[in-house]
């Protein structure tokens, strides 16, 4: 055995220990409700490196992620929300710690997490896992030759729908039930233009999605399709030339943002209960013509209301809501008087939208709105380094965890209540790392995230943490 191989092996053991959390920042003895303890969940690759977590993704009753070993490389891993936090399967054997499977681009799917990952050859496959070894395999070689391409990964109840895009350009429409049997092509798409199926989207247990009418022809154009899994299932609702963006659900209809045959530019928000009949624009948001107020980030809040940011004729992009009408679809504050409040990372926390915009004094911060004028506010406190930028916000609860900026170069994890005062940083400043902190996400009532510290008494490097919230 070399040398460097005798030191892979001590990092193994090492590892195989199942670490606890040693170093949990800024925790007190004497704990109240709505104190925080920061703690590190398990120290899978020791010394100043860091297993490097990414993709967390709840399925059921895990959190599943991808994560570097020193003895195994880059493979899939869970934390149960009884505590174990494992290995889920060694799917490509690796000698040196620097392969593996490579898990990316996680899809909770029911209960198992569908992924892609790398095989023995280092292709790009589709896998399926439910937490355990036995239940953890590539579902079919998509590709024998090269990459899979697949993209839309969309789940409708306990079925994967893809659109994959075989060698010679076709793309195709698949589903997937995690077995090879049950994953198999739906519909094909062909066309000069790009043909390819887009903002695949569940509703009412079909999928719904965009893509040009097929075979090509005289009444060729982008419509708005449904389908229910079959061939005969799948066909387009709308014969209308829409070519839509950031499709989403709420409350039994779709929302998208479109543009409209014959005014390229003219993007405003549109809905659609499944029908033709039912499928038509919510509200002319901006009237100067061939403009369009673009909406983006559609955000379903409180099952209820959608929110999402909208420019109009004064060009100016602010947050708007709706409720699917034209009188109900409106700016919900001008938080910038004069220009572009960029808007953005919009977030809903039990009814509650929170946002990230710059105001009047150019800061980005946290902002925070009931859908009412004198409801909407900015929620963090001056900061004299600057704009937090808040990203990543992410909902615990009735409390929002996210991202904040407290210098040039360094990030640190902060909560909010809602209110200046309960506004705070969490745990200590992270490394220089765009990385850190980073996938924020609720799981079993603590939440959880990538992030390394800054600090000469950790020990750890970047790993997956967990925040938990005195009751």
């Known amino acids: 055995m070399t040398?460097?191989?005798?030191?892979?092996?001590?990092?193994?053991?090492?590892?195989?220990?199942?670490?606890?959390?040693?170093?949990?920042?800024?925790?007190?003895?004497?704990?109240?409700?709505?104190?925080?303890?920061?703690?590190?969940?398990?120290?899978?690759?020791?010394?100043?490196?860091?297993?490097?977590?990414?993709?967390?993704?709840?399925?059921?009753?895990?959190l599943f992620y991808s994560a570097s070993h020193p003895a195994y490389g880059n493979e899939l891993w869970m934390t149960t929300a009884g505590g174990t936090t494992k290995m889920v399967r060694n799917l490509v054997p690796d000698t040196d710690g620097f392969a593996g499977a490579s898990p990316k681009r996680l899809i909770a799917v029911g209960s198992r997490v569908f992924f892609m990952g790398n095989?023995?050859?280092?292709?790009?496959?589709?896998?399926?896992?439910?937490?355990?070894?036995a239940g953890t395999r590539m579902v079919e070689e998509l590709n024998p030759f090269d990459d899979a391409d697949i993209s839309e990964m969309t789940a409708v109840g306990d079925t994967l729908y893809f659109v994959l895009t075989d060698s010679i350009g076709v793309h195709s429409l698949w589903k997937s039930d995690g077995t090879p049997g049950g994953t198999h092509v739906v519909h094909p798409f062909h066309g000069l233009q790009d043909p390819r199926p887009q903002d695949l989207t569940e509703m009412g247990g079909l999928l719904y999605f965009t893509a040009f009418l097929d075979p090509p022809g005289p009444a060729a154009g982008r419509y708005l399709w449904r389908s229910d899994g079959t061939a005969a299932g799948t066909v387009p609702i709308k014969r209308q030339n829409l070519v839509t963006q950031e499709m989403t659900s709420m409350g039994g209809k779709l929302y998208f943002s479109a543009l409209v045959a014959g005014n390229p530019s003219d993007s405003?928000?549109?809905?659609?209960?499944?029908?033709?009949?039912?499928?038509?624009?919510?509200?002319?948001?901006?009237?100067?013509?061939?403009?369009?107020?673009?909406?983006?980030?559609?955000?379903?809040?409180?099952?209820?209301?959608?929110?999402?940011?909208?420019?109009?004729?004064?060009?100016?992009?602010?947050?708007?809501?709706?409720?699917?009408?034209?009188?109900?679809?409106?700016?919900?504050?001008?938080?910038?008087?004069?220009?572009?409040?960029?808007?953005?990372?919009?977030?809903?926390?039990?009814?509650?939208?929170?946002?990230?915009?710059?105001?009047?004094?150019?800061?980005?911060?946290?902002?925070?709105?009931?859908?009412?004028?004198?409801?909407?506010?900015?929620?963090?406190?001056?900061?004299?380094?600057?704009?937090?930028?808040?990203?990543?916000?992410?909902?615990?609860?009735?409390?929002?965890?996210?991202?904040?900026?407290?210098?040039?170069?360094?990030?640190?994890?902060?909560?909010?209540?809602?209110?200046?005062?309960?506004?705070?940083?969490?745990?200590?400043?992270?490394?220089?790392?765009?990385?850190?902190?980073g996938d924020l996400t609720a799981f079993n009532g603590d939440l959880y995230l990538r992030d390394s510290f800054d600090a000469a008494d950790n020990p750890y490097g970047t790993e997956l943490y967990k925040v938990t919230v005195e009751p």
Not at 40 to 46: A, G, L
Not at 119 to 133: F, I, R
Not at 313 to 327: L, P, Q
Not at 339 to 348: H, P, Q, R, V
């Open 119 to 133: 095989d023995a050859t280092q292709d790009s496959e589709l896998y399926v896992s439910d937490g355990t070894a």
């Open 3 to 62: 040398a460097r191989h005798r030191w892979f092996s001590l990092l193994a053991a090492l590892s195989a220990l199942a670490l606890t959390a040693t170093f949990v920042p800024g925790q007190s003895a004497n704990a109240a409700p709505g104190d925080t303890h920061y703690g590190v969940v398990r120290d899978i690759y020791p010394g100043i490196l860091g297993s490097f977590p990414f993709g967390l993704t709840v399925a059921g009753d895990k």
């Open 268 to 437: 405003e928000l549109w809905t659609s209960d499944g029908t033709a009949a039912g499928t038509h624009l919510v509200r002319n948001i901006n009237t100067t013509p061939g403009q369009g107020s673009d909406p983006k980030y559609l955000t379903p809040v409180g099952g209820n209301m959608l929110y999402f940011v909208a420019g109009d004729s004064s060009f100016d992009r602010e947050v708007y809501r709706s409720d699917g009408t034209t009188a109900g679809t409106r700016r919900v504050r001008n938080i910038r008087s004069a220009g572009n409040s960029f808007a953005s990372e919009l977030t809903d926390v039990n009814g509650v939208l929170y946002f990230s915009a710059q105001g009047d004094d150019f800061r980005v911060e946290l902002y925070r709105t009931d859908g009412t004028f004198a409801g909407t506010k900015r929620v963090t406190p001056a900061y004299p380094a600057g704009s937090t930028d808040p990203k990543e916000l992410t909902a615990l609860g009735d409390l929002l965890f996210y991202r904040a900026k407290i210098n040039a170069s360094q990030d640190q994890l902060w909560v909010t209540d809602g209110t200046t005062g309960g506004t705070h940083a969490v745990g200590q400043v992270s490394e220089s790392s765009e990385l850190s902190p």
